[in-house]
């Protein structure tokens, strides 16, 4: 897996370089936000890392442009303080991992091994590279979505939930088996988890067109084109 590192310090580089090469990442080093994107472009990347002591950088712009790349390539943020600076609402769910002062290695790489580990997207029912339902669209092989012909910005989580829904369009899907579907083997995920990431990935596709996750309470969530004056009528977790 290749990591970019964003970076003007030279030495935090070489740092970051030795210790991702002895785990078996590539690292590169890349000065600015436009280099970062160009080389995300053309090669495959896995991770970009963020100096945060970097001054001026939209971290917000910065994450929804390479996730527009690609919504798999994973955002770090190396914080110089104690506690993450970024752990706001509007980034949670752009910035993947934030690294805090004093830097530990395991955490990096503990986060990479995961990554590493979460199975590829499948190819849908009988071997379908591209879902549908109602007015969405999602193409397997591009990892893109669409809705009314126009592009949905999702994070490789929530791509993963829709495709695992879109599946088998209107069946109620619990949150156990969301977990399965959403998150590596053996992670420690609550049920209140899901239902936060269910509901981004609600808003993410309500930027298009109605509400299509019908929240099934006690259950789980299904699509269903009726969801938005069904989930009205019978209120429950987002």
Known sequence: MRVIVHSTDVQLFLLLRHILGSEGFAAHLVMSPDEAKALCGKEPVGLVIIDGSLPGVDVAGYCHAIKAISPLIAMAILSNRPVGPYRVPELSDLVDLVIAHPFDP???????????????????????????????????????????GRDVALTALQFRLLRYLLAHPTMVRSRDELIAAGWSEGADVEPRTVDIHIGHLRRALSRHGPDVIRTVRGEGYALDADAARQNQASPGPS
């Open 106 to 148: 395991a955490v990096l790489i503990g986060f990479l091994k995961t990554r590493c580990k979460i199975p590829p997207l499948k190819t849908g029912r009988s071997g379908e590279t591209v879902l549908h339902y109602a007015d969405i669209e999602l193409d397997i092989a591009s990892i893109k979505v669409r809705r009314r």
